[in-house]
């Protein structure tokens, strides 16, 4: 009997999840990388230290997907944070959890735990070609793969596309394979920028405190309100506090910004009311509520202070920040948009391409950074690879 074939295309999280759980189920696994070497945003991701999961309650975890959080409940339910936590150690990278509850490789970096991955991948007998790049379908179906030696057309028994989004170009995640989709009649909803800054013309002396903190906020927009911090850039403001409103800062909702949670408006009146005597507003500020320069250099930036010591405390408790929307989609850390869920089987499998599946940022989904971003991958990617296995008689 022939073995089955699978052709796993991305090497990101999900795609490499893909594999692992194809091979494992006897597959002959060989996974195409467009760029010169795999998990190129994996990497970067890790940089700054690899948040792979949130240890939390199963509801809240599952909220934070919002209105995609039905659709993903039965691939988060099969590999959440248990799970992806349990994957880190087999792969001998012990974990632990930070004060904000992220779960982090003790190593802190991707690279470690990407050697150990590749290796095992390796040792299930998984093939990797680099610079081979997906192109699409010929008119008799068959895979499109550019690469330096031209192009292939290849029928693997079963096929997983983990693309990517379209945030991120350098590192791969381009887009480009939008317009074969849309010839091949999947339904795709279009890509927005998700966990991306917001765009702020600030004055000049904001402008001098640009790549400073904004630390222990309330950000509050359409409702939705995240205790944390934020980054004043030249551009706007940056961070995860920001991040978490995207979805709905993008489309214009106001933002305010309370400086200073841990006090009521009451208290912040009583205390603003005491004398001042011939101390300057911003003195004042600093000794009787304790906010920091940056924060008074924010606070001017809605005009000259209030005379009124309650007309001030309302300002401090909600400070109205105008800016002009999300900025520019290849800046943001993930996107929302891409194939609806329509298009897609209970396996994710493409209903306009029977035997091929799709898993991680090219579905429709999006959510928060702190650990949903990568976790949501994994686990798209193994409930595609393992319905692609069944799919081709192996599973």
Known sequence: MTRATALVVGSGPAGLMAADALAREGLAVTIAEAKPSISRKLLMAGKSGLNITK???ADAFHAAFGPAAPALLPMLSTFGPVEARRWSEALEQPTFTGSSGRVFPVAMKASPLLRAWA???ADLGVRVETRWRWAGWDADGAHRIDTAEGLRHLRPTVAVLALGGASWTRLGADGAWVAPFRDAGVPLAPFRPAN????VAWSAPMMA????PLKTCVFTAAGRSIRGEAMVSETGLEGSA???LSPVLRDGAALTVD???DLTEAALTERLARP???ASWANHLRKTVGLSPLKRT????????PESADALAGRIKALPIAHDGARPMDEAISVAGGVRWEAVTDGLMLKARPGTFVAGEMLDWEAPTGGYLINACLATGLWAGRAAATYSGEG
């Open 55 to 57: 240890d939390e309650s």
């Open 119 to 121: 290796a095992r991948l």
């Open 196 to 199: 991306v800054g917001i765009r």
């Open 209 to 212: 405190r640009a790549g400073q």
């Open 242 to 244: 920001i991040y978490h």
């Open 259 to 261: 400086l200073a949670p």
């Open 276 to 278: 001042r005597g011939k």
């Open 298 to 305: 924010l606070l001017r930036e809605a005009g000259p202070f």
